[in-house]
T-cell receptor, first 109, second 113 residues
Framework: TQLLEQSPQFLSIQEGENLTVYCNSS?????LQWYRQEPGEGPVLLVT?????EVKKLKRLTFQFGDARKDSSLHITAAQPGDTGLYLC?????????FGKGNQVVVIP | DSGVTQTPKHLITATGQRVTLRCSPR?????VYWYQQSLDQGLQFLIQ???????AKGNILERFSAQQFPDLHSELNLSSLELGDSALYFC????????????FGQGTRLTVV
């Protein structure tokens, strides 16, 4: 059983469109991280959210941590082909990261 | 460049064989983590070492073992390989014992034939 469920698993959109992907769990985490992984590379940390209800912005990416610290969303505004990648959420608990399977995002030029 | 180096980048081997994957953490990082990534299971935590000592174990098979050396580099040993062991193996490092921010290497793609 996956501790973190990410949806949708796969999303393909046109350049310039907006998208939102989700990371859900029944567990409470002390914090939650989002990573982006490109083909042939390891995951790269984008952001860490710590406080329930917290919203963080990274250029065109907006990350939100749920009030109960069990879920998170990532919204991309005006997606660019460079946003293509596998977005992984990871819950921090018991001094360990638990990863979801990821949201594969493809932005078509 | 994350500063974490993994070798080799690709490895093809036969069932029943044994391989060793190597990881050099970022300069100054004491913690090393090993992960296995497959299409159906996603990124699965295998094991963590901190300053040479095993700190946490995840879904690591008994056929697999790891160690961290005094110079802080780490090796993951996979033995009696099976087809299902084919996957990407990632090493990550962090400065402290707590895995609050991990920096990943580029991974080793293992193919067992």
């Amino acid at each position: 059983t996956q501790l973190l469920e990410q949806s949708p698993q796969f999303l393909s959109i046109q350049e310039g469109e907006n998208l939102t992907v989700y990371c859900n769990s029944s567990s409470v985490f002390s914090s939650l991280q989002w990573y982006r992984q490109e083909p042939g590379e390891g995951p790269v940390l984008l952001v860490t959210v710590v406080t329930g209800g917290e919203v963080k912005k990274l250029k065109r990416l907006t990350f939100q941590f749920g009030d109960a610290r069990k879920d998170s969303s990532l919204h991309i505004t005006a997606a660019q082909p460079g946003d293509t990648g596998l977005y992984l959420c990871a819950g921090v608990g018991n001094n360990r990261l638990a990863f979801g399977k990821g949201n594969q995002v493809v932005v078509i030029p | 460049d994350s500063g974490v180096t993994q070798t080799p980048k690709h490895l093809i081997t036969a069932t029943g064989q044994r391989v060793t994957l190597r990881c050099s953490p970022r300069s100054g990082d004491l913690s090393v983590y090993w992960y296995q990534q497959s299409l159906d299971q996603g990124l699965q935590f295998l094991i963590q070492y901190y300053n040479g000592e095993e700190r946490a174990k995840g879904n690591i098979l008994e056929r697999f073992s790891a160690q961290q050396f005094p110079d802080l580099h780490s090796e993951l040993n996979l033995s009696s390989l099976e087809l299902g062991d084919s996957a990407l193996y990632f090493c990550a490092s962090s400065a402290r014992q707590r895995e609050t921010e991990a920096f990943f290497g580029q991974g080793t793609r293992l193919t067992v034939v």
